[in-house]
């Protein structure tokens, strides 16, 4: 009987090797899903980040990109819509012609000939490398001329003090802001911004984000099944967010 | 002979006291408790943190708003992060309030700062690190899924 449990030389030898082989190598054959940039890393032109929205999964009466872009982005107001800050906002539009009503999330659209950073005095507006347009919130001076210029209105003022903004997220008094694919979140290698996550979450999956240099992301899937078009595609300014069934 | 004596030592410890007074070598007295209590050195030699900090962070602005660095050495919320103190409840004490760790020497030196009109002076929501270990492999097999719906679908029409 106890012949039988007992552990050989040559049982022991192959039993480490094969557990061994089991903790060091099979890890490695299943690659991570989006390789992450590392931190020390300049972002480079050859990611392009971009989104694509299914107006006709939209549902009328969710706010789950509103609200989960709120939180992550610590962007309380002040009870006055008017001139409260929203990064997201939800539209509904109707169709003159057949009086189809629909729901658009409208968000900034990270063109790729910015209307906003051609105007900007200072600069501070400006299109990082890898396609995302951004307010360098140092260098605005809350010109406002951005604003203006913006055809989308996707840009708020902060008219306000604040006091409870969220590390991630600087934002103040006397600057203009507006959405930045969550760039904090992409920088340390999260591929999803809190907008499209909420989406998924609630069951929606109007939005897909991604790489659109990398085949296999959600934007490129995405942009294959449906047909998609950029707003007031008369003004040529190559938006990276598309809409589909709009 | 004796009143001329005490004069002189008056005036040579009024001389001396600017050095005996200045931050150099002296532990600050912080309201609360900090992770940089704890750690032998800051991400610099001290001195040089101390004169320098500034050239650090203004450098490390640029180059994360513009080009997505986000090394952990010279990163704002990460100075807040350690030399945040907290008081016997647990909750962190606004780095900017008085006599906390940027409001000692900035009163001091009469140094206005304006960061924290836009910057969080004590760590606050979500933090970045938290997110790399989730798994988001959820979300392209829900696309993936979407799309063999769809090609089935198209199929079963023709």
Redesign the interface.
Known sequence: MSTDIKLTRRGFIVKSISVLSTVYFIPDLFAP??A??P?????KSDTKWAMSIDVDKCASGCTACVDACVE?N?LYGFDRPETDSQWIRKLTIKDIKTDKVKVVPMLCQHCENPPCCDVCPTGAS?R?V?GIV?V???TCIGCRYCMMACPFKARSFVHE??T??????????G?VESCNFC??????????TAC??AC?KEGH?AI?FGDLSDP?S?VN??LK?KQNRRLRADLSLKQRVTYSNI | MYQLAIRLLLVIVFIISPDIYSHDGINHSIKGKSKADDAAQCVEPTELMQKEHFVFLYHQ???T????????NHSF?NC??CHVSYDEVGEPIPINSEGQFCQTCHVQTAVNIDCF????SV???????A??S?N??H??D???Q??EK?VSYVEGVK
């Open positions: 899903a989006q992450a940039k931190l020390h890393e300049e972002v992550e610590g400006f990082r890898d951004m360098n919130q140092h003090n604040l409870e903004q969220v590390t991630t997220a600087p934002r103040g008094k600057c760039v904090n979140r992409i920088d340390h290698g999260i591929p999803t499209e996550e998924m999956k897909s296999n959600r899937k995405a099944i | 602005r640029d180059k708003v513009i080009n997505g660095v986000r090394t952990k919320a807040i992060d009109s836009c910057h969080a760590p606050r929501g979500r933090k970045p690190e997110h790399i989730l988001y492999n979300l392209e829900q696309v993936s979407e799309i769809l």
